[in-house]
């Protein structure tokens, strides 16, 4: 199978001549140039590349937090990048979980009260949200900080939260910034080890990374540069 049949088969999420310009000063400029990528479901990705090679605005895209210039973002069937920004919000609430670098975790709400928030915001498991907050804190290993401030815990330990909260809403597309960028090695190969749980389970899991020894196990790497997937 060659990459343009394999693209047209990896039917859960397709990147169609996706080209992004930001104005800058009298120009602009191109940090996606018509990007055609298909994703399976199940599929552990990472995207790779310099900084400024277009990768976060990759994720951006995948999230609906940003919109093309031209082409069109498709996942699961629907046409994200179509979408107004009342419908990204209710469309990335159940069906994107995010993990950032830097966890992102609120720092007056309890690591527990973190995890339930994205259901809060979505309306689901209403009743069941504390049980299933605290069910994800224990698969993650961290159930006994479940009452206690992210500024207690460790910084995997804070990565650990992220994912669970991540995991909230039961998406089936984890996307992840950077996740084991602050971490150490042994921690940084712990959580690359959930997401590759996560993706046996059936979750597409896209990661950036600037980190080589992070994509053991990855079943692709998708290289960009200038905007331009090179690999």
């Known amino acids: 199978m060659d990459a343009r049949e394999y693209w047209q088969d990896a ?66 069937g629907r046409t994200v990048h179509l979408m107004n920004e009342e419908q990204a919000a209710a469309w990335r609430g159940t069906t994107v979980g995010m993990v950032f670098q830097f966890f992102q975790l609120l720092p007056t709400l309890t690591i527990l009260e973190n995890v339930m928030l994205p259901m809060e915001f979505a309306r689901r498991f209403r009743g069941t949200r504390a049980k299933r907050a605290g069910e994800l804190l224990a698969r993650m290993g961290i159930d006994r900080h479940a009452g206690k401030l992210p500024s207690a815990l460790s910084g995997g330990e804070q990565q650990r939260a992220a994912i669970a909260r991540a995991l909230a809403n039961d998406p089936p597309l984890i996307l992840a910034d950077e996740p084991t960028g602050n971490l150490d090695t042994h921690t940084a190969n712990a959580v690359l080890g959930l997401f590759r749980e996560l993706s046996r389970e059936g979750r597409t899991v896209v990661m950036v990374t600037h980190e080589k020894n992070a994509v053991e196990g990855i079943h692709r790497t998708i290289t960009l540069s200038d905007g331009v997937v090179v690999s």
């Open 11 to 76: 039917g859960f999420i397709k990147l169609e001549g996706v080209t992004k310009r930001f104005p800058v000063g009298d120009g602009s400029f191109t940090a996606l140039n018509s990007v055609s990528v298909g994703l399976a479901r199940g599929e552990f990705v990472s995207v790779m590349g310099r900084s400024g090679s277009g990768k976060s605005t990759l994720l951006n895209m995948l999230a609906a937090i940003d919109r093309p210039t031209e082409g069109a973002v498709i996942v699961d």
